[in-house]
């Protein structure tokens, strides 16, 4: 909280105005110490502004009991001064999708942004994803087995990788998965395509 404290304290009264008038993008914590140095600094508030950002506060803790009860969200947050990952729901559905190789990337992604190594995370899809083929190929299998290693795989990679390097508590901002999204329709439906064009009619 001092830390906090001292940084917003360095911001000037249009930065700290954008704190207060902004909640729904910030912690509870900024928010209210960007309002009581404002009143330390006497700028002039509009006149309700302590019961309006209340307000806006107790709605958002609301808001976020109200997320917990969906495990996949309750760690995804609106505050700017929070990290931008690509939530665990993108991860899962990528890999299940695409591969566990493919997922692999957007959480090495993540790993980076945090100062973490990414290769062991890339390494580790790239394995996982190579042994399942041969093991599928090898007995079979048809698709849904490979969706069930999918699941597998990328659970196995979330708590060994997320919950290592990132930690398994921490608030984050969602990242847009239209990058994600182009590569993998670049990749893929050209692969359907073919598989699509060479099918016996």
């Not at 105005?17 to 140095?37: P, S």
């Not at 009860?69 to 690509?86: G, S, T």
């Not at 901002?173 to 692969?191: D, E, N, S, T, Y």
Request: aromatic share 14%.
């Amino acid at each position: 909280m001092a830390a906090l404290k001292q940084i917003l304290a360095k911001k000037t009264d249009n930065e700290l105005l954008f704190y207060i008038e902004n909640v729904d993008k910030h912690t509870e914590e900024a928010v209210k110490l960007a309002l009581n140095e404002l009143q330390e600094r006497k700028v002039q508030l509009p006149e309700g502004i302590t019961e309006h950002i209340e307000a806006q506060l107790n709605a958002k803790t609301l808001l976020r009991d109200q997320k917990r009860e969906n495990p996949w969200k309750q760690n995804i947050v609106d505050d700017l001064d929070a990290p931008l990952f690509y939530s665990q729901t993108a991860i899962y559905i990528f890999s299940i999708l695409f591969s566990v190789f493919f997922g692999a990337f957007m959480l090495a992604s993540n790993c980076k942004d945090v100062g973490k190594p990414r290769w062991p995370v890339i390494l580790s899809g790239f394995s996982y994803s190579l042994l399942t083929i041969v093991i599928l190929e090898y007995y079979d299998l048809s698709t849904p087995y490979t969706y069930i290693a999918n699941t597998i795989g990328i659970t196995f990679m979330y708590h060994l990788f997320w919950t290592r390097y990132i930690d398994a508590q921490t608030k984050y901002r969602a990242k847009p998965i239209w990058k994600p999204l182009v590569i993998a329709a670049v990749i893929f439906i050209p692969f359907i395509a073919m598989i699509i064009y060479n099918t016996p009619k």
